[in-house]
């Protein structure tokens, strides 16, 4: 049976938090037990599933298979880790395809990969679960800004979407509720390694001297460091009502068949079943069975077909709009010149027509644009189906709608702070995100994007309004709950009242802060972990 090696014991003198030496022989099918466990677990706390405890747990797994062991394997250790977790988490991709599905997952387990290496000689420190947890956090921003762009989607936050993790949101942002995940992950592995120290009263007696006192604080104080983080969460203010709501009709039209044009290239068809479905709601609310919206939020896509250009597209709309008289928001693709197009969130007038708009910032990979077009398409032909190239929007979706400025988000931006923080510094107060999951329907990503919503209430104090193709279309309440949402595959519709506030949190205003503060935090304490290891290599050498 294959052992492990056992590392050089700590300088004298240098405490180990109380923790095992990482000397401690674990045979290497244990550990590889382990990862793959942890994996799974990690997984099982993401929707649809939802089992939010999993995540710490799974965390803790992972840990328990890199502790003790050198950077090397742990290097691919977290890489075995990854790929179970993210195979499934991610599995909606396979949409695109299963080549595509296998290469996103192998180049985001790389970044697990190193953050492992790096956590190696950090569980030598004191306090390593501290800086473990940070370690986490620059693993998670590093993957959500590259490789073109960055792919942010699983980090750990996103597994707690009403938990008793989500108020660190308000905060921090997902990165401090990632931070708390993997910090309670730390501490639970901790407590397994500690050996029982004795009471502070014993080890003085013994001893009779200062140093028992300074190795009994030595544990004391990351104990407290550890706990701090939780403890602010009771400390925060808690935005409460202003008084204002506004009233949202929610359109959720669907799609002919499975995926966008299932039947073949027909945009008509999901633009009628949408015009359909807010005639619908027009109607309802004419029958008083349903409130009285002030604006309509339509899906992404809900046209794919240029309102600015095709008469009938813009006359469907404009008839649609008409009907349920109050200003609507249209998700349309539009040509921008010959060659390219934008993915836009278009406010229409049942008067004036087409007005104000965002185009999406943040687009899909491969699916909107393909990245180095010119040597991907000569080397990869099924990257033509993405036609015409998408162009980024460059501002902020804040869009006056009726008696609100509403805040736009489409579709796969949910998962971008930077995005959804600076829309709602611009004014967006409800967030309103258009989505298209119409591929993906029946899939992980409707529950996971829901969850997302979730956490991006909580952490700007704003309810979020999600209307999509196939669903799910719901309304979150700025604490995180959803309090209405649709099935997937159905058409549906319904008008929700939803609070407008405009209180920032203490997220919303301090913006990338914390974040850099943990990931510095991290990446410092592996610094120091790594010379101190050299160090204690270069006196064994010389002692040697």
Known sequence: MVQETTSPPPAAGHASDGAARPGTRWVLPGRIAAAVAGGLTLFAAFPPLGWWPCAPLGIALVIGSLYGVRARRAAWLGYLAAAVFLLPALAWVRTIGDDVWFMLVATECFFYAAMAALAAPVFRSRGWPLWFAGLWVLMEWARSLVPIGGFPWARVAFSQGETPYTPYAALGGVPLVSFAVALRAGRLVQA?????????????????????????????????????????????????????????????????????????????????????????????????????????????????????????????????????????????????????????????????????????????????????????????????LVGRQSVPGDKPGDL???????????????????????????????????????????????????????????????????????GISAYVTPDGKVSWQTRELVPDMNVVKVPVRTQETIATRVGVLPEWALMVMGAAAAGVAVWRGRRRGDRMRNDG
């Open 400 to 470: 006056k709608m009726g008696p609100v400025t509403i805040g736009a988000v489409n579709c796969y931006e949910v998962a971008y702070d930077g995005t959804v923080r600076e829309t709602v510094r611009a004014g967006g107060s409800p967030i309103v995100v258009q989505t298209n999951n119409a591929s993906y329907a029946e899939s992980n990503l409707p529950p996971q994007q829901l969850a997302m919503s979730q956490l991006r209430a909580v952490e700007h104090n704003r309810a979020v309004v999600t209307a999509a193709t196939t």
């Open 192 to 384: 397994v390694l500690s050996r029982r120290a004795a009471p502070p009263a014993v080890l003085t007696r013994l001893t009779g001297s200062s140093a028992a006192r300074a190795a009994v604080l030595g544990r004391a104080v990351p104990v407290a460091l550890a706990l701090l983080v939780p403890a602010l969460t009771f400390a925060l203010p808690r935005p409460g009502d202003e008084g204002r709501s506004v009233n949202i009709g929610i359109v959720q039209g669907n799609v002919p068949g499975r995926g966008m044009y299932a039947l073949g290239d027909e945009p008509a068809v999901v633009l009628r079943n949408h015009a359909t479905e807010t005639k619908r709601l027009a109607q309802a609310v004419r029958d008083g069975k349903l409130l009285k919206p002030d604006i309509v939020v339509l899906p992404e896509n809900s046209t794919d077909i240029d309102p600015y250009r095709d008469e009938y597209a813009r006359q469907i709309i404009q008839d649609a709009v008409s009907d349920v008289g109050v200003p609507t928001l249209v998700g349309a693709v539009v040509a921008i010149g010959s060659d390219e197009r934008a993915t836009r969130s278009l406010v229409w007038d049942p008067v004036t027509g087409a007005g104000a708009y965002y185009d999406k910032q943040n687009l899909v990979p491969f699916g909107e644009y393909t990245p180095f077009k010119d040597l991907v398409l000569a080397l990869w032909e099924r990257a033509s």
